[in-house]
């Protein structure tokens, strides 16, 4: 896809880029480097590069999960509607107090600032949406826009904060031109919702001052021509260096107030005063000097490539090509200290088609033959079988995700061990069943009772995705010397029974459930149990007028008194008398002891 | 119940109460308990809390209440007003047996343990036992293990109470069993867990192997079940979640309360010995709290004297040194009286040993001044303890010691405050940390609090527990009314809202932690920790009680006050100036002399101009109004001047009718009853005032003698009012007071006033007593101002943070008042501002203090430095060369000698050139940072002095551009907090061209439009909150803005937001020339700030996002603002 999206390109870096990361990919995904792959190439163009900041980058990622996404490009006019939207802001605590980290448009033009303490923040617009700030949410969105910004260049890198810097050197023709490319990249950010600043200029820092530090880069794309980059930013303030406070202050009073007021500066006079790296970053941001970006492409951890002469059509071959997939990825797995947790098969016909089938497990894992079945318990519950058609020459086997995951002795007998192991072991095999039936019937699919924190035993466990659920802990803990308090089986909903013989405050002596008698042999109790009182709101919580007692749903919202009844022929049950005000005591069970 | 019913009751007690003292793990108040267990017909109750017993006395007094029959001090409700069931709980209570001792809760995992003495021994035992864990612990924490417990067992009574797992009771029980032989008990709860009958027989196996006594408990949390959804809240607090998400750490049942014996004996059923042990526990208990013997320590008398002699001949021996030239008959009359009733009341041990801490304070040069009901007498006058003088100032006494209340006379003792800490170690050294303590203060939920962690514990969100928590422009009140939460733009009647409201309401008022209070001691002859568990306070060396001001009050122990006062280190501080600059030496005393002397005296004159910045307790905005309404001119005058700009006269709308009065406006008359009372009963009362009652005492003694109130009733009046208003006891009173003198024939209106000038008092109590001796520092510090206008500013910025205003405004008014200003310069200033002589007197010279970041260390070397350049310049020639044009950009030579003999890093040689301070070797703001840049980051040792210096190559001089006065200005503010070369706004006056400036507002006529742009002082919103106040300033002055809260609305962000201020509005001029600007319009011109610097900025409004350097924002120091 990629080759289709260039293929007009001429044979220049940025294929070379392609080639160079895809040869990087399938030799031992290390991580790429840009400026390692550009060896070739006569004489390297001068260097133009596009940077984008989006000043209110949580507030938009916030509007756009919200749904209150924009038109396309019309964020100025989305600005005035939303004049009646309350400022929104972004709190985090700063050295024990909830201080503003991000505002919105809104919120700026209420007189908010970032590090504003919330309750100052209060006091200027008493109307205010507070929400916590999340910069690893920001984190990712920005993550995802650098990919998605990856359709212009492959050379692109997070600028942080809230920023990225675009390498479009040999790229900006394919859009015929900077001033179109940037218009392009531009309307692409206001598309997805975002306020951008971009400008372009012949190295990263002067891109980025020149976005963040000017007027010209908000309204729309500020493009440097050529050569021109100190005169663009000479005029810039100084603070645009992104000093340090103390040298930023010592600037200040030096009366040294834009760039142009220290670009001919005697660089020794300078380097003393705000050290070495000084006048390189000067040099940098007045154009004077380039570094490359470092694009940021995480490949997955670790992908291994088998590229057939011969292609391969038939079950056995496609398997066991996969189980030496499996034990070379266990190897490398194992040498960096990680398991698998996500485990990927591609399948490249000679025709071109690509299918994919991914596998995950609950523990990291690194056992070739447990995902090596798992991966043929997917392969063979596959709706559309997997169809070789006239075979396939390549497969490729990604981990997509791993954890770390260190060496543990297997194969010790049992009777050394202490309990706790053998409960961790049997923990580990239920779930290698729980993986095997998810990657036969698919995620939902299993189910896991979970402890919930509730007296309550209707509320007292939850069933939830097997994968989702967490080990053992949580349960109520027992005396090893008591019985068990809660039966095996609880009815959804309890069920009446006629009760005899009920001492006021005390159990029944027989009662009639689904018209058999039991005589009550033992019982023990009363356990009490009262609801829940903050789950019903308070005006709930008042009985509504003329309702009937008899209404069963009613009884689990009243205090219970639960019993543990023994009949004489030894069957135990749950019995509980609920605390409603009717005169005759009524009965229910609930549940049904082993 | 009926008497009846009351007879037939089974015998039960439940021991193992516990309260709110338990914090957040009981969740009912003391005396709750107390009148709960009366109520349900329990024959006693045992109040155990978690390692402490800073609960048992509330639980104590209580009882003592209701056996008294004053129900409403023990906090019952209205609908037991009955007087035939109070008839029947005075009854009950008389019978009821109260046992105070604490559950301790081990760290080594052993079982808790409800420790009960049995006798005074025993309650020593204990006390002694929570100090040794309390002190091993960190603040606020226990440490002890069951060893400690075991070491002495003697005179206690241990019930132990099982734990979870019955298995792991049996070793630890056999344990207690076997140290303490016959007198264990082991508590046995039926809390319907299902599994109770089971152990309780196994319980009861265990009790006999062990040879203990099965004891039926319930362990109570709380008085009633309905407190079961509180108690789920404060459990949540308390581990830091959500109701929801607590799931199993919450209680199954509401039943940990005070059932009624009866449903108790039905529980035990199984074990009828555990319900009639309770009983046998109860008869093994002798102590109560009223044994508490206390003994006053003993130091101050010499020997072979008794403390009443020994203070006789102290008193008629220092009154010869008081009185030269003879006492006057009224003195004598006065300290005949006193003597007697403190001899009748056996307190001259308590004057004594006062007397004693402030001839210490006296021998260090402390400078200190006694207040308080008992300070304003003749005797403490003649002991020195206070400087108002009884015959020269009619002062009523009203408030020192009365026979009939009881109780211990009160000393607030005001320190200066830089050295109330050596006062405090002295006290200490001299009685033994065994023997000193200070008190504790229950700190309390407040509204704000306990909405808050309600919210939090409810699952609410920040955002709107926030809102209705910053609704409250207060912290005290006893509930939120809808109203608030209406204005914080929620719906009231949301019903999460109501039930967090709810729930945060009953809150309001429960204990949160013990904090020390601010310097009330304790002392005692024998150990003190025989006496109550002294533990660790969150300052290092510093010790406090378990007790506070009211359990102290009520075991009738006595307490001395040792607080500190900044205006006494300034006044101190200003006299030793005087001192040594004119040689004229002056003290309280000699300057309160002069306060009487005939009208038109120059300190009175320039009071009731109101210039009295810096001046104590008057230079507030409102007593700044007040003082030219008041006028004062004469002593009197400045005590009703303290006292009337307070909540309570305010609220009480008082103030209004008083100045009619004194302007002789409004005829004075006082409210006179009904006949056949005596028409001019309140005549006494209200004389000194003019017929308005101002101060607390004569709200009190309305209440006596216009209500009728009995000495008990306005005692408990007076404690509702002194105490935390969420004790819910004051509007008890209301209708008493109201109704009483509505009764006899009062009008209602001026009844009501009186109430609500009291409940204004509640929040902010302001007796005569204390006034006088405030109006006395009030006096002298303007005496120094108008005397020594330079001295009084030097101190008053030696002695900051303290008063009302910043650095800059002190300046400004000594300037104001003729006083030259020097800047401050590496050359002649030291730590501290200093006077220097002058052509025209003494010139201040502002010390390196005022250098934000600067450290007294480095000023220290300075010194030292200069004294030797003096020592070189005398013999030779100066070495501090006069300013020559400068070539080179390397430090000059003088600078590097400073920082290499002064051996200052160079962040200190940066300091001082930001602070502009190399003037004096020719180098400006600008030159001196741009060569100090260049300096070595330390001082070199001196072996490599002459090698170090050549290391410098030389720089070849750049010009940099002149610096601005606006950039010099600004740079002053943001180093210094002031500046010496203009104001913020005279820079900036030609960009605000039409604007008036402060002068020429305040000159302006009554009703003119004037637009008026500052730098914004202060704001402020008083309590009753329908106005803001915005003070501004510029070059020429201060004018004081109003803006009506309904345009808040409109305004709010630049009234909240704005540095400099742009004010259009009407000019509104009192008759007694009071000046205010009633805003119609406001602009935020805080832009203008960067003008000032001359910052440049681009990138438009989303620039500031990136453009965040902290100095760069505050350029002028924040206003003071009051909301």
């Known amino acids: 896809m990629r080759n289709e999206r260039f293929a007009n390109a001429p044979a220049g870096e940025v294929a070379a880029a392609f080639r160079a990361a895809d040869a990087a990919y399938q030799n031992d995904g290390t991580l790429f480097h840009g400026a390692d792959a550009l060896h070739h190439g006569a004489r390297p163009p001068r260097r133009r590069y596009l940077a984008l900041w989006f000043p209110f980058l949580p507030a938009d990622r916030l509007r756009r999960q919200a749904g209150v996404s924009h038109d396309a490009g019309d964020i100025a006019a989305g600005d005035e509607d939303r004049q009646a939207a309350p400022p929104l802001v972004f709190v985090a605590p700063v050295s024990g107090a909830m201080r503003l980290v991000a505002v919105s448009p809104e919120a700026l033009a209420a007189g908010l600032r970032p590090q504003m303490p919330l309750a100052d923040a209060r006091a200027l617009a008493p109307a205010l949406w507070v929400v916590p700030a999340r910069p690893d949410l920001d984190d990712a969105f920005l993550t995802r826009l650098r990919d998605d910004f990856g359709r212009f260049t492959p050379l692109l890198a997070i600028d942080p904060p809230h920023g990225l810097v675009l390498d479009i050197t040999g790229c900006a023709h394919l859009a015929g031109g900077e001033a179109p490319m940037a218009a392009r990249v531009r309307q692409r950010a206001r598309a997805a919702g975002l306020h951008v600043h971009c400008a372009l200029a012949a190295t990263p820092q002067a891109a980025r001052a020149l976005a963040r530090f000017t007027l010209a880069a908000r309204e729309a794309p500020l493009i440097v021509p050529e050569g021109g980059d100190r005169a663009a930013t000479a005029r810039l303030p100084v603070a645009a260096l992104e000093l340090p406070e103390r040298h930023y202050r010592t600037l200040q009073r030096a009366g040294l107030k834009r760039l142009a007021d220290i670009i001919d500066r005697d660089s020794a006079s300078l380097a003393s005063r705000f050290g070495a790296a000084f006048p390189a970053l000067l040099a940098r941001i007045t154009g004077a000097e380039d570094i490359r970006i470092t694009p940021e492409r995480p490949p997955p951890p670790c992908v291994i490539d088998r590229i057939l002469p011969e292609p391969i059509a038939r079950q056995e071959h496609v398997e066991a090509l996969l189980a030496g997939l499996l034990r070379e990825a266990a190897q490398r797995l194992e040498r960096a200290g990680e398991g698998g947790l996500r485990f990927t098969a591609l399948f490249y016909r000679t025709d071109g088609v690509k299918r994919a089938v991914t596998v995950s497990v609950s523990q990291p894992t690194r056992d070739p033959a447990l995902v090596g079945l798992l991966l043929r318990e997917r392969l063979g519950a596959l709706d559309d079988p997997l169809d070789p058609g006239f075979g396939f020459d390549q497969i490729r086997l990604c981990v997509d995700e791993t954890a770390p995951l260190t060496a543990a002795q297997s194969g010790l007998p049992a009777d050394i061990l202490p309990a706790t192991h053998i409960m961790e072991a049997g923990q580990e095999s239920i779930n290698r069943l729980a993986d095997r039936l998810m990657a036969r019937l698919g995620p939902e699919a299993v189910l896991k009772l979970c402890p919930r924190g509730s007296h309550l035993p209707e509320r007292a466990a939850v069933l939830r995705p097997a994968r989702l659920a967490t080990a053992g802990a949580g349960w109520r803990d027992l005396g090893p010397e008591d019985p068990p308090a809660r039966p095996l089986h609880l009815f959804r909903t309890p069920q009446p029974v006629e009760a005899m013989d009920a001492a006021p405050d005390g159990c029944p002596l027989r009662f009639r459930w689904r018209r058999m008698m039991h005589e009550v042999a033992a019982a023990e109790g009363p356990e009490r149990l009262s609801p829940e009182w903050w789950r019903a709101l308070p005006a709930a919580a008042a009985p509504p007028q003329g309702a009937t007692p008899t209404d069963d749903a009613n009884t689990l919202r009243s205090t219970r008194d639960y019993y543990r009844v023994e009949d004489r022929e030894g069957r135990r049950f749950w019995l509980f008398r609920p605390d409603d005000a009717g005169a005759t005591p009524r009965w229910f069970i609930h549940g049904l002891f082993p | 119940m009926s008497n009846a019913a009351s007879n037939a009751l089974p015998a039960y007690a439940e021991l193992a109460a516990t309260s709110n003292f338990s914090f957040l793990r009981g969740a009912s108040h003391p005396r709750d308990l107390v009148l709960a267990a009366i109520l349900q017909g329990h024959c006693g109750l045992g109040l155990a809390d978690r390692n402490t017993v800073a609960g048992v006395v509330r639980a104590w007094s209580a009882l003592r209440s209701l056996r008294e029959e004053r129900l409403d001090a023990a906090g019952a409700s209205e609908d037991l007003r009955d007087p035939r069931l109070a008839a029947e709980i005075r009854h009950r209570a008389a019978a009821f047996h109260l046992i105070t001792g604490a559950r301790l809760a081990f760290s080594d995992g052993a079982p808790d343990v409800l420790v009960y003495p049995e006798n005074l021994a025993g309650w020593s035992r204990l006390t002694r036992l929570l100090t040794q864990g309390a002190r091993r612990a960190r603040k606020g924490g226990c440490d002890l293990t069951l060893d400690d417990l075991l070491a002495d067992v003697r005179g206690l009574q241990l019930i132990v109470m099982p734990p979870a797992r019955l298995g792991e009771l049996e070793q630890p029980l056999q344990r207690i069993a076997d140290a303490a032989p016959g007198a264990v008990w082991l508590g046995a709860s039926m809390w319907r867990r299902g599994d109770d009958r089971r152990r309780l027989f196994r319980l009861r196996d265990m009790a006999a192997r062990a040879g203990v006594r099965l004891l039926a408990v319930n362990d109570v949390l709380y008085h009633a079940p309905g407190q079961r959804d509180l108690h789920d809240v404060i459990t949540c607090i308390r581990e830091k979640t959500t109701v929801a998400a607590a799931g199993r750490l919450l209680e199954a049942n509401a039943e940990r309360w005070l059932k009624t014996p009866d449903a108790m004996v039905r529980l035990f059923h199984d074990a009828p010995e555990a319900i009639a042990a309770t009983g046998d526990f109860l008869q093994r208990i002798h102590f109560d709290l009223s044994q508490i013997a206390y003994q006053y320590p003993d130091e101050p008398v010499p020997e072979g004297h008794d403390p009443q002699g020994w203070l006789e001949y102290l008193v008629w021996d220092k009154v010869k040194a008081r009185y030269p030239r003879g006492v006057t008959e009224k003195v004598q009359r006065l300290l005949d009286e006193e003597l007697a009733l403190i001899r009748q009341l056996g307190f001259a041990a308590y004057f004594l040993t006062v007397h004693d801490i402030v001839q210490e304070a006296r021998r260090r040069g402390i400078l200190c001044q006694g207040r308080g009901s008992a300070a304003n007498s003749a005797v403490c006058y003649v002991l020195g303890i206070t400087s108002v003088d009884p015959d020269k100032h009619e002062l009523l006494f009203a408030r020192f010691l009365s026979t009939d209340r009881g109780e211990p006379p009160d000393i607030d003792v005001d320190f200066e405050h830089e050295r109330r800490e050596e006062i405090i170690q002295y006290i200490y050294e001299r009685y033994g940390r065994h023997r000193a303590g200070i008190a504790a203060t229950v700190i309390r939920y407040r509204p704000r609090s306990a909405i808050r962690e309600v919210g939090k514990a409810l699952g609410l969100t920040e955002d709107v527990t926030a809102r209705i928590a910053g609704s409250q422009w207060g912290s005290y009140g006893e509930d939120i009314p809808d109203s608030h939460i209406a204005q914080a733009g929620l719906d009231a009647g949301n019903p999460a809202i109501r039930r967090a409201v709810a729930l945060a309401t009953r809150l309001i008022g429960f204990p949160r932690h013990l904090s020390q209070h601010v310097g009330g001691f304790i002392l005692t002859r024998d150990r003190l920790d025989d006496l109550v568990p002294i533990g660790n306070a969150a300052m290092a060396g510093r010790t406090f009680i378990e007790w506070d001001k009211d359990d102290i009050d009520a075991l009738r122990l006595l307490k001395v006050d040792v607080l500190a006062l900044g205006m006494l280190t300034c006044i101190r501080k200003a006299l030793d100036l005087i001192r040594q600059h004119t040689g004229a030496a002056h003290d309280l005393a000699s300057v309160a002399l002069t306060s009487e002397q005939p009208a038109g005296q120059p300190v009175y004159a320039m009071l009731q101009t109101g210039d009295s910045i810096g001046v104590f307790q008057v230079e507030s905005r409102a007593q700044i109004n007040m003082l030219p309404r008041l006028k004062p001119e004469r002593f009197y005058d400045l005590v009703i001047q303290v006292a009337i700009v307070r909540p309570g006269p305010i609220q009480g709308d008082m103030v209004h009718p008083y100045l009619r009065r004194r302007a002789g406006v409004e005829k004075v008359d006082y409210p006179s009853p009904r006949p056949p009372h005596p028409p001019d009963e309140l005549r006494g009362v209200l004389d000194r005032t003019k017929g308005v009652p101002l101060f607390q005492e004569q709200a009190m003694q309305v209440a006596m003698v216009a209500a009728g109130f009995s000495g008990a009733e306005a005692n408990g009046l007076r404690k509702a009012m002194g105490t935390f208003r969420g004790d819910g006891t004051l509007h008890r009173y209301e209708t008493l007071m109201v109704e009483g003198m509505t009764n006899r024939g009062y009008d209602r209106d001026f009844a009501e006033r009186c109430f609500a000038q009291i409940k204004g008092f509640g929040s902010y109590g302001f007796p005569e007593s204390h006034a006088a001796a405030f109006a006395l520092l009030v006096y002298v510090s303007a005496w120094l101002k108008c005397y020594h206008p330079a001295a009084f500013a030097c101190a008053l910025l030696n002695s900051q943070p303290m008063g009302f205003y910043g650095p800059a405004q002190i300046i400004g008014n000594a300037k104001d008042n003729g006083v030259t200003v020097l800047a401050v310069d590496v050359a002649h200033s030291h ?293």
């Open chain 2, 831 to 1123: 730590w501290d501002n200093i006077l220097e002589p002058a052509e025209n007197g003494l010139a201040l010279r502002l010390g390196f203090r005022q250098i934000d970041g600067f450290r007294q260390e480095w000023a220290d070397a300075i010194v030292r430095f200069q004294a030797e350049q003096r020592a070189i310049a005398s013999g030779a020639r100066a070495v501090l060369t006069p300013p020559t044009r400068r070539q080179s950009n390397n430090p000059p030579p003088d600078m590097q000698m400073l920082q290499q003999r002064a051996r200052l890093p160079r962040l200190a040689i940066l300091r001082l050139a930001e602070a502009d301070a190399f003037r004096s070797m020719g180098l400006d703001r600008r030159a001196a940072l741009w060569v100090a840049q260049r300096l070595p980051d330390d001082a070199p040792l001196p072996l490599f002095l002459a090698t170090a210096t050549p290391e410098q190559a030389e720089e070849i001089n750049q010009h940099l551009p002149e610096m601005t006065l606006g950039e010099h200005v600004a740079a002053d503010y943001q180093t210094l907090r002031l500046s010496l070369k203009g104001h913020p706004m005279q820079i900036l006056r030609p960009l605000l061209p039409g604007a008036l400036t402060c002068a020429q507002c305040n000159k302006s006529r009554h009703g003119a439009w004037a637009r008026v742009a500052g730098v914004v002082l202060v704001r402020q919103r008083p309590g009753t909150g329908n106005a803001i106040f915005i003070t501004l300033e510029d070059e020429t002055g201060v004018i004081n803005a109003v803006l009506w809260a309904r345009m808040l609305a409109r305004f709010r962000r630049e009234v909240m937001g704005a540095r400099i201020m742009d004010i259009t509005g009407v000019i509104e001029r009192s008759p007694e020339n009071v000046i205010h600007l009633m805003a119609k319009h406001i602009t935020d011109r805080s832009d203008l700030l960067e003008r000032l610097n001359g910052d440049i900025r681009t990138g438009g409004p989303e620039a500031v996002l990136m453009h965040r350097h902290p100095r760069d924002v505050r350029i002028l120091p924040g206003s003071r603002d009051f909301h």
